[in-house]
């Protein structure tokens, strides 16, 4: 028997969270024990969960530091574990970066570094380059996030900004090996964008992330400026001899967390279509398209017969235009909804897998058929409310957010449309 459509989509997304629980992933990649010491760093709103698993399944001593957003610390024996602000950075991440940076100083040929790292850490590790402060971090970072730039633009900005990234953290370890396990949260899975890629080569350059920053009109501090135009922010390169020794391991993404779905939802007689990983774009722009797709199943048949579930994942972007409370799932989703107009039958969810939309701890939402008329019933206006990029209100309103607490895991969003 199927499941109501509401407890169906809470189900897949809850079989593409747990997919990207470090718990089953971290295990099969571990490697043997080094001759020296074993060195634990990362960073991410997975990370310390991931640094909880490392501990339970590996057989010698180790110690590191990890970085984690504010109330995704997991109890670790070994691992000291730091919780810093995100999106936004704060001298919490910035000092802990910064320790952690100096950790690595020292290390042998005979010694091991299992670098945890998973999406967030890019904001958690904020240490400055030279010239940059806290503050001009922080700035650009929200130019940035309100600029509709795609995370990989974002990222390459980042690296070229910090003093940590873009390699530069697996440079400061050499002449000991590096493990990289990676929980993906971007488009394409590229290592180089997953926390702005601290521990991995980097073939965008200066130059790049100036044509970025024109590109949105964001005006630079001085000294990020001058970093930039310098080039004295360049990171480090393919085939850099610092970074010899590195090897990089992707343990859990996106893709994974989408099939976990497909395969809840064959179980409950529906037809899974995963339709990508990586869609990106304005979020009001998807769930336009992706209302179009819906409708033409529900009406047509076509390109996929009824019932069946459109399962996709990525990012998204949002242009702030508005003063709501944003994030871009519960904006895809009213931009969804407003599209199909209450056409009978098509139900949806979306939400962050992290359990974070936006600057909110609500993951995302749900919508059915009767989602506007509900709005409306309520005095609330739908089109108004997208105008404000006021998602969260919006749905808060209506009781249909999701919220699931830290789920100390993230494969990006997940989107799941339901079409009976």
Known sequence: MTPAPRQLLADLFTA????????????????????????????????????????????GALSGLIITRYGYAVPCERIEIIEAAHPVPDEAGRAAAERMLNLVQGLTADDLVICLISGGGSALMPLPGAGVTLADKQAINRGLLASGATISEMN??????????????????HPARVVNLLISDVPGDNPMDIASGPTVVDPTTCADALDIIRRYGITLPAGAQQLLDSGRGETLKPGAPELAKVSTHL????????????????????????????????ARDVGKVMAGIALQVRQHGQPFPPPCVLLSGGETTVTVRGQGRGGRNVEFLLALALGLNGAPGIHAVAGDTDGVDGLEEIAGATISPDTLSRAWAKGIRPRDALDNNDGHGFFEALGDSLVTGPTLTNVNDFRAILVM
């Open 16 to 59: 593409a969270v747990n997919a990207a629980q470090p718990e089953h992933c971290i295990p099969r990649f571990l490697p043997p024990p080094p001759k020296g010491r074993t060195l634990v760093i990362g960073a991410g709103k997975a990370s310390a969960a991931m640094g909880q698993a490392l501990e339970r399944h590996w057989p």
């Open 156 to 173: 390459c900005v980042r690296r070229h900004l910090s003093a940590i990234k873009g390699g530069r953290l697996a440079a400061a370890c």
């Open 251 to 282: 343990i859990a993404t996106p893709q994974m967390a989408l099939e976990a779905a497909a395969a809840v939802a064959r179980q409950a007689g529906i037809t899974p279509i995963i339709l990508g990983d990586s869609i990106e774009g304005e």
